[in-house]
């Protein structure tokens, strides 16, 4: 199914050369500002073109809003949206009409549906997420409005690269400042560096990316199936060469004992409480408990390289694959904003679900 | 909310000490043989006192069926069940009825519904999974009656012991011989021996857990936003004290070049395709590709530990926490039954999904 | 499926001659009074034997509940319930194992699932609704607690006999005082006496209930396809044998002119504003207006008749089919607090629904 | 919520004088010839300015497929579709801004969200079921090309024409041929006739359609909650200015005996059985029993007047109302086409549904 969250609930549509990516955005709350700068800008942080370390694909990405908005505000009405293709280049992908990419979804929707669109990857094409920017947008802005909750994502990592620092320590105003969306300017030009060489042999690069939510409210989340991380990790596994999802400590919390794990309440001020430490990344339970929220995305390498590589075609035969089109050597920077899309979405939801019984709580 | 899954949907109630732990299955297709023989077998994978590692409360964990079987037969109506709680010791928890247990749920459970059942942590406590076990019970039956797919989990790493043989030159059949439920003996038995010193200690010890599921049809899995590791993730990051989820190569793959990453299709025999490796974990485009489904949890260490611990009282005082009540010192060897319910209820569940439309695939 | 609701939302289980009928409610906010007391009054409203119009099947539907209540109220968990099946007669309904009561569920749930339960009519049997009695009695106390809302229904039809009075001219006081439940004394006896003849006959009498829901906020209902009357008349058709649904003016108003139908807005008092009419029935445009919503549930006649019937068996042959067990010849009486059940989880979901978003509404 | 369906889902957007009407069609079976004339046929039979009958407002309601068709077939990717606005005439409401029509949904949207879009009623106008149109066209293709079921309704009463033949004695090709969509062509010129005399006065007309499904496979519907005809009820209730619904005999047989009403069984043939009589509409339990299908649907009289009327503004203040516009005296011939649209969605989608366990059944 194409629709993400309960109550506020983006439903996508689009292929990566067809007409339109679009969607609609449904339980948006009304009176909401519907500031199409801060979309349009939303959306620019995603596309193609940006640097020379992405695609080069050539798209406006300009959106046009078809409804839901009235005289600048939400009227609670469903929000229908579309961004145009318009730099398609579908003879590019003549070649893949009747050949699998490795560890693409080629193969696999081939196999569930009995058709695909082959033209760019089709629906499988990361361009489905102007569709989740939108709808992000659109979140952000209910939480500028109407909560204290802020989202921060970077690129932590890019391939061996790591960036060690813990988040307190590092200037988030420098995220966009660099091509990679690294904090760290220093680590920032490694990252660069690394992905330019193996653009340079035709090659792809994995990463990390860490993002953190502050002013979170207390008591957002469902206490057993859907745990806050259970849906963030959800939100985030969804994202395309998207393979791993962690909150707090996550896979480094499993080689530790409790007693080094546990985070110790303590006295805020006279009407308050806080924790010493934030090992659980600000959710205990499945449930927020005000401290920010961290969690970080790994990313497998785009799967289409510009190298020959050994497959085969619809008919089982073995061939070798040479790809054109255009391709980004590493998704990391342009998955930040979607990684702070799906994260903004899935708050908002469970905001709004939170309201329906905590009339005293928030 | 308290179900899980769209089409196989296992809706769950209880708390720890309260009446019963029970739960309700609906979507299990008819004419499946409600085999109480396994699903008790199950359930005994899962029940405290296994072994002197964990908790020493004494449930036989009895499963009533209350309906949707009739003549040993599922009937495609919904099954009800519970399993009554008969060995509550719930005194052993008055001192928690006003203190917060550092990196429980005890908080934020007061946080969100302004009162809280604080006996054996109430519905927060890992017994809720006995209506998991279940469900998955049942999605194993459908698995095996239905379908070519199977399920094994184990526990990879504890604390810092970390198996590293890639799983198919482990012996799967060695799982159940050890009260870790580690397939390798030398390891297991690494892995009791921490465990048991951190107990003398009364710390807690986190881990990982790895899962394969094989004979998995290709095309389960929706394309865009409940991508099947999404929805694996999910499903994992549900468990109680479950903090990260990755599948195929994971966060390691963040590391690797697309180059090395990619996962070479190549001829199976006349007739069908197969790949040369398997770094995708079985899974591209967020389908199925008919290979080894891979992925691991990450635990982190119980947060119940039974040394003096500092916290806050629900007035926000400091005080100094003694815990009694009985508790496992590592969740992972009760847990490998858990993952593998999760994992045969949401593979179950998509495999229906996929009915819907693939008359000409299966 | 098997549930009810979106936010508020009841899971039932259950067969007439199984080991019990049950349920889960999740989303009950908490800190709701779970007066028990009042939950059994309403069991009792539905029970078999109240009188000798209905069914002598002899059941006390002591209810259990399990889990989501501590020290008498409500804590956001999930509430599990169940209510044990003592006195069923199985073995008057070994005909049906094989053969299929003339336009009764006993065919087409053979034709679905392959299987059937024929005990009682398994899960066909309205014995399920003990499942929504329970859901419905929490929702009222939802509604108590926490909004002005208020709901009664009454026969007003059985057979032939037809009460015409507006509602607004009856004593709902007098409800409860006769075994019919009809507001209107002498129209209550005509209807009983009609019952007692066709039930000397063998035979059974259909009717209409109509219920009113008084202080209803404004706002709740989705506009276009929850529409509130929508949603209520989904509600009331899952009712067992009923048939027809309509609100406000309904099929009546199909042959009236606008300009009769019309309800004209005035001033209620200085701050607020009424209509003169409520030929729509409190419902306009798919939301509540503030106005009494009302609607009308059509039943047809029982369909297991004491009267010999032709009919077939499960291999086709025609069979002459005499029936033992005990049935009511009118569900009507029993069904007015089912009907009033299903409105209450109706406008509790709805206004959970409601909350999500209109903070400056309520 | 604007979503319609579980596996075949519809999500409409769109207000009568925004951009445009637009949907997304997920869970389309991939493989179905997407017939654009077809659609574009069906899109024309709900046309505004079809006759002098209904509103001149001139749209050519041209579709623009945006996604999820590739080569001219459906693609198991989400239908993205819109139809453009072009003949909204914003200005003749201006005096709706602040002044709600009587019976309308201005005051309940105003109520409801603080804000509305008063023009051409925003979201609450019968616009909006272009999208349903496009959905349903979808689903009959999905219908034709994968079952045996089809669909045909029509106007059975105009405010007090009644049309009183049974269906099995009506000549169906009649039904296009007239403006009013009813297939008895005498009492079709009534019914025009009264239209027209309400019309002249400025008044409007109410009425009922009536919809036959036939070839509908056994075993569609779930038995309790979901039952088919309660499904079908809250897709027509959904309908604008739909108040009422019955399936089978309806209110009708809220009269009749037992004895009367149930359908006796008996052979078909060698194989199969049948009924000597269809009370019941085609349903039994909730689930479809392989006979005809067959409700009515009754639509209360348009509340938008070309006559004066009494009104209140949004401050309270009571007004005469004087509306200009376009606007139909009648509904119901419009309304066929979308009658037939919703029963279409419905019917697909619980026919994919019952896919997911009834392998021997279809």
């Known amino acids: 199914m194409n629709s993400f969250g309960n109550i506020f609930r983006l439903t996508s549509f689009g292929e990566s050369h067809g007409e339109a990516i679009g969607g609609v955005i449904d339980g948006c709350p009304p009176l909401i500002n519907a500031d199409t700068d801060f979309i349009q800008r939303e959306l620019d942080r995603r596309k193609p073109g940006q640097s020379d370390l992405t695609t080069s694909r050539n798209e406006t990405d300009r959106i046009e809003l078809l409804s839901g908005v009235f005289e600048g505000k939400t009227t609670g009405a469903p929000i229908g949206f579309i961004v145009r293709n318009t ?4 003879s590019d992908y003549d070649n893949l009409r009747n050949t699998y990419r490795p560890s693409h979804a080629d193969f696999t929707y081939q196999q569930k549906y009995g058709i695909r669109d082959h033209r760019g990857g089709g629906r499988s094409s990361a361009r ?10 659109f979140a952000k802005l209910v939480m500028q409005q ?8 970077w690129t932590s990592q890019a391939g061996h690269i790591v960036l060690k620092e813990h988040y307190s320590k590092l200037n988030m105003n420098q995220i966009e400042t660099n091509p990679v969306r690294c904090p760290d300017p220093e680590t920032a030009e490694q990252m660069e560096a690394l992905i330019r060489t193996a653009k340079a042999e035709g090659d792809t690069v994995g990463g990390v990316i860490t993002c953190v939510c502050t ?3 207390r008591g957002l989340g469902e206490p057993v199936f859907n745990k806050l991380h259970a849906a963030l990790g959800a939100a985030m596994l969804s994202i395309n060469a998207a ?11 499993a080689s530790k004992r409790g007693s080094q794990m546990n985070d ?15 090992h659980s990344g600000g959710i205990q339970g499945g449930i927020s408990n005000g401290e920010d929220i961290v969690f970080r995305v790994a990313f497998k390498p785009v799967a289409t390289l510009l190298q020959k590589q050994q497959t085969v075609d619809i008919n089982g035969e073995e061939t070798l694959l040479t790809i054109k089109g255009r391709h980004d050597a590493c998704v990391l ?7 702070e899309a799906m994260a ?12 329906t019984w905590s009339k005293d709580i928030f």
Request: aromatic residues 8%.
């Open 243 to 253: 393979k791993g999802f962690d909150c707090g400590m996550g896979f480094d919390g």
């Open 87 to 90: 730099d398609a280049h579908s």
């Open 215 to 217: 002013g979170v409210p």
């Open 128 to 137: 489905e997420t102007v569709a989740r920017i939108v709808g992000g947008a």
């Open 264 to 278: 110790i309440f303590c006295r805020k001020d006279r009407e308050d409480i806080t924790v010493r430490t934030n």
């Open 146 to 153: 109407e909560t204290s909750m802020e989202i921060k994502a």
């Open 344 to 355: 903004a979405m899935t708050l908002v939801d469970f905001f709004l679900l939170a309201k």
């Open 333 to 339: 920077p342009r998955a930040v904003p979607i990684v």
